[in-house]
């Protein structure tokens, strides 16, 4: 009954920024915890980061954490991933998602109930 819808990505040099956005409508978006997701060509899904929906504890991949930040705005419906000091090992499609699972599994891809359907990420080297 979520329905996400991604935006933000393009075309980067390695050490740019970008930032992300994941457009909720639907059921009430303050409810679930949202996260963030990648995918390269020929490559698993992997976490990427994730924030709570009480008092906005966040997670994220050792990959990107401290480049990274993961942020929402439940007025606006919509979570936010401000992405910084890109590399190319960044490249993938984003997707964000949501769900409520516990703080042991958030970063577990089958505890996340909707989907966005992604959108590119290409840092060029």
């Known amino acids: 009954q979520v329905q996400l819808q991604e935006s933000g990505g393009g075309l980067v040099q390695v050490g740019g920024s970008l930032r992300l956005s994941c457009s909720a409508s639907g059921d009430t978006f303050g409810t679930y915890t949202v996260a963030w997701f990648r995918q390269a060509p020929g490559k698993e899904r992997e976490f990427v980061a994730a924030?709570?929906?009480?008092?906005?504890?966040?997670v994220y991949s050792d990959s990107v954490k401290g480049r990274y930040i993961i942020s929402r705005d439940n007025a606006k419906n919509t979570l936010y991933l401000q992405m910084n000091t890109l590399k190319p090992e960044d490249t993938a499609v984003y997707s964000c998602?949501?769900?409520?699972?516990?703080?042991?599994?958030?970063?577990?891809?089958?505890?996340?109930?909707?989907w966005g359907q992604g959108t590119q990420v290409t840092v060029s080297s």
């Open positions: 998602a949501a769900g409520k699972p516990i703080l042991s599994s958030i970063r577990t891809e089958s505890m996340y109930y909707y």
């Open positions: 924030i709570r929906s009480i008092g906005g504890t966040t």
